[in-house]
Nanobody, 121 residues
Framework: QLQASGGGLVQAGGSLRLSCAAS????????MAWFRQAPGKEREFVAVITWSGGITYYADSVKGRFTISRDNTKNTVYLQMNSLKPEDTAVYYCAARSGTYAFTHHVYNYWGQGTQVTVSS
């Protein structure tokens, strides 16, 4: 199971940190990712981190503003979001998969329930 938290309402330029706590499986064997979905849009890739934390990738739209990290001792992955923009408004989902990192949501096996992020202008 994945439990996401940390969403909320923030003004443009502000920051939020999302957390995703995992339970029920060996967390450190899994690639972890964040996706987001805005109303009327497809779910899109935001960031991914390998099991060791040594490799990360970001969508171009968030590069330089968002940072993904993980703490395998706490079975938790984080998404630090800075310099937020109104276009970052979406429901954010954490996801997990075994094997290599991937940028498409179809290949992820486990999903959190989503947390709403709203950025006002």
């Amino acid at each position: 199971q994945l439990q996401a938290s940390g969403g909320g309402l923030v003004q443009a330029g502000g920051s939020l940190r999302l957390s995703c706590a995992a339970s029920g499986y060996t967390f450190d064997n899994y690639v972890m990712a964040w996706f987001r979905q805005a109303p009327g849009k497809e779910r899109e890739f935001v960031a991914v981190i390998t099991w060791s934390g040594g490799i990360t990738y970001y969508a171009d739209s968030v590069k330089g503003r968002f940072t993904i990290s993980r703490d395998n001792t706490k079975n938790t992955v984080y998404l630090q979001m800075n310099s937020l923009k109104p276009e970052d408004t979406a429901v954010y989902y954490c996801a997990a998969r075994s094997g290599t990192y991937a940028f498409t949501h179809h290949v992820y096996n486990y999903w959190g329930q989503g947390t709403q992020v709203t950025v006002s202008s």
